[in-house]
């Protein structure tokens, strides 16, 4: 992925505020809901959301900054103490080595040792061609077996995968990078949630007299510029006017499958709870609920006719919704 920075368009000393800012401009520019007839538009704005978990995260941005973590989010190998960084893929026990034994094939003592590869050309060296061999001594030369001490690679790959809400709602099909650069396809699931691995079987590391490992790919959320996720649950904060709480109004309320009209009635009041059954993400067979919450908006700047029209109405129709506090 692109440097997290220059994908938000922020400067490296950019404050906490300003990221935020950034992203928030980003994902609503590039949401795939606003982008409907642009294929790209979902790359993006996975893009800006991977962006922001890095260095909209304060402890993964320092992280980052040092060189701890790529942009991906992954350790970067900083090297053995006193020594450079590992040029070998990592493997069991012992500083990330294979570990293998080496024991006399006709009653010798053996050694034990750890080495990345050519075992059998530096035995032939040493021993006389008998390396690799099981039995008895050949040309005079003592013969050695291999054993792998009961030793099992592991040959797993882990990746995360980020998805929208809508994707993860629908279902989808993405692809995804392995650390190898093998680039598959992978199918999700509808109702797929955060956290939630899925194995693909055979599609791991691959090392010889051993099966192949599996891939596992631990899903994640991404930011959502609208929606809260609660469980299987959503919240979403919706704006109206002070005429539609006063006179009552029907609004267009934004849903994971599109937007529906809710009907405000007369008299609502900011912190009044709508509850959208089977709106919410699906779980096992069923669905959540989003949960919408009115909050009354004022017009920009001062009018000076609706001050006029809310002291009249002052004058004449105090209320105290305070009372109770004291």
Known sequence: ????????????????????????????KHHPDANKNDPKAAARFSEVNSANEIIGDEAKRKQYDRGEIDAEGKPRFQGFPGGGARGGRAGGPGGGFEQYTFRAGSGGGGFAGGAGGGFEDILNSMFGGAAGMRGGPRGGAQGFDFDTGGFAPDLDQSVAMTVTLEEAAKGTEKRVRLPTGKELNVKI??????????RLKGQGESAPGHRPGDLLITVNYAAHPHFKVEGNDLRLELPITLYEAVLGAKVRVPTLTGA??????????????????????????????LFVTTRIVLPDGHDAELEALMQKWRDGHPYHPRSDLG
């Open 1 to 28: 992925m692109r440097d997290p920075y220059e994908v938000l368009g922020v400067q490296r000393d950019a404050s906490a505020a300003a990221i935020k800012s950034a992203y928030r401009k980003l994902a609503k």
């Open 189 to 198: 699931p509808a109702g797929v949630g955060p956290g939630q691995q899925i």
């Open 260 to 289: 529906i009209e809710l009907s405000i009635p007369k008299n609502t009041s900011s912190g009044r709870i709508f509850r959208l059954k089977g709106k919410g993400l699906p779980k096992n067979g069923a669905a959540g609920d």
